[in-house]
Structures are given as structure tokens and as C-alpha cells.
């Protein structure tokens, strides 16, 4: 059987893409705002749908992070107007 | 030299590709002639788009609103047009019985036209006229029929 001989460089490209496509894959798409309806359920949520729950997580998230906010997902101010 | 010049440009330009923004439309941008058709803005009006949905809370704060500036302000200049964007055409519908719209409303199931507007925050409110868009809101605004005046008065818009 005959073997195909690449150039190093064409090698080089050709394995630059393929490493390129495959890393590609582990990119992050970010969520586009229209499409944060599954994001938007309250399951989603810090706690769930049990608003106790709710309290108690977004509680211990505040102390341990020191910041607070950021469990919705409409509103917001993106400062743009 | 022709190998080598492939060879140095091949990685920086699937890089640089592979990280390009997309970008929403811009006030000057013309709409696309499809999604214009969609719309269905007469020529000479200036077009109110409302991109709303369901699950977005500040949208369903400016309907009422919205509703009170078709209601009482918008003149055979002005056509106001609802865009609501859930995937579930039985949701949107719910919504917007729950909310009592007034506005013609355009169901965008398959998300194209917002993809077409791909604006940076929910609700987006664009003002297009003759397919072009002429200025735009992003985000929760306090009083949107108040600042629909302003800006219509701004774009020139005689109201009543």
C-alpha cells in the first residue's frame, strides 16, 4: 500500500486545524437572553421552588461570597440606555 | 513562500474567526428584507418592537405600560408591534391573555426575528422606519411609555 507523504508543514496546518476543531468543542456558547426561559424556573434557582430554601441558600451564598444577588435571570441593568 | 505564508497566517486566522462577537443591530442597521416582511411595519411609521417573554419579569412590568401608549398615544405614525419570544407558543399565548395585551402581537417561536435583533438584554424595545432601525432600549426601564415619548419626540414623531 502506497503511504501519502505530507509535507511538515502542511502536516503542521493540518494538525493545527484538527487540534483548533477539536478545542472548539470546549468552548463556552454563552446563553443568548432570549433564551434563558429554562434558566428563568424557579427549579433553576438558588433553594428551588421552596422559598425557605430560597432564603436560607441565598443567606449562606451572601456570607460566604461577600456579595449578593445574580439568582434571576431578567432585568438587570446592562447600562446601555 | 506561498506554503510559508499559509503556514504563519493558518492558526492566528481560525483564532481570530473562531472568536469574532456577534453583534446586535445597531441604530443606521438595515432590518433584513425577511424578517422586515415579518414585521410588517407600513412604510413611513415609525415601528415599536417590543421583544418580550413569559418568564421575564420586567417585560411583563412594561406591558401595562405599553398597553396605556397604544392605547392613548400612538397616532397613524407609530405602529406599536409585540415580539413575544417563547419557544412555547401555549405559554406566550397564556401570558399574554394573563397580561391583557392590546398591541398586535407577533409570536417568534422559532426565535429568528430576536436572533435577526440579537439585542444584549431582555426587554429590548427597537424603533425602526422604512426597515431601518432608528434607535433602540435595552433592558428594564422605569415609565417605557414616558421614555417612548421622549424619544419619539427626539426621532421627530408628532403624537396627539
Same mark, same amino acid.
Given at each position: 500500500m502506497k503511504s501519502i507523504k505530507l509535507k511538515k508543514h502542511t502536516r503542521c496546518c493540518?494538525?493545527? =486545524?484538527?487540534? =483548533?476543531s477539536i478545542l472548539s468543542g470546549c468552548t463556552i456558547v454563552p446563553v443568548k437572553?432570549?433564551?434563558?426561559?429554562?434558566?428563568?424556573? /424557579?427549579i433553576v434557582k438558588f433553594g428551588g421552588p421552596n422559598p425557605m430554601m430560597k432564603k436560607f441558600e441565598e443567606h449562606i451564598f451572601t456570607s460566604k461570597e461577600g456579595s449578593k444577588g445574580g439568582g434571576g435571570v431578567s432585568g438587570g441593568g446592562c447600562g446601555c440606555n | 513562500m506561498l506554503n510559508a505564508f499559509i503556514k504563519n497566517i493558518t492558526l492566528p486566522l481560525v483564532l481570530l474567526l473562531s472568536s469574532l462577537p456577534t453583534f446586535s443591530l445597531e441604530v +443606521? /442597521?438595515?432590518? #433584513?428584507?425577511? =424578517?422586515?416582511?415579518q414585521l410588517n %411595519?407600513?412604510?413611513? &411609521? $415609525? +415601528?415599536? =418592537? #417590543?421583544?418580550?417573554?413569559s418568564w421575564c419579569l420586567s417585560c411583563a412590568k412594561e406591558i401595562p405600560e405599553? !398597553? /396605556?401608549f397604544d392605547a392613548n398615544e400612538s397616532t397613524n405614525q407609530t405602529k406599536v408591534l409585540g415580539i413575544d419570544v417563547d419557544e412555547e407558543l401555549e405559554e406566550g399565548l397564556v401570558f399574554q391573555r394573563k397580561f391583557n395585551v &392590546?398591541?398586535? $402581537?407577533?409570536? #417568534?417561536?422559532?426565535?429568528?426575528i430576536i436572533q435577526h435583533f440579537d439585542p444584549i438584554g431582555m426587554p429590548a424595545l427597537f424603533y425602526i422606519k422604512d426597515n431601518k432601525? %432608528?434607535? &433602540?432600549?435595552?433592558?428594564? $426601564? #422605569? !415609565?417605557?411609555d414616558e421614555k417612548i415619548k421622549l424619544d419619539l419626540a427626539k426621532l421627530g414623531v408628532n403624537l396627539l
Open positions: 493540518c494538525l493545527s =486545524i484538527l487540534a =483548533i437572553p432570549w433564551e434563558k426561559a429554562t434558566l428563568a424556573q /424557579d | +443606521g /442597521d438595515t432590518i #433584513d428584507p425577511e =424578517i422586515a416582511k %411595519i407600513p412604510a413611513g &411609521k $415609525v +415601528g415599536i =418592537i #417590543d421583544f418580550f417573554a405599553l !398597553n /396605556d &392590546k398591541f398586535a $402581537v407577533h409570536n #417568534d417561536t422559532t426565535q429568528k432601525v %432608528i434607535g &433602540k432600549r435595552i433592558g428594564a $426601564v #422605569d !415609565n417605557i
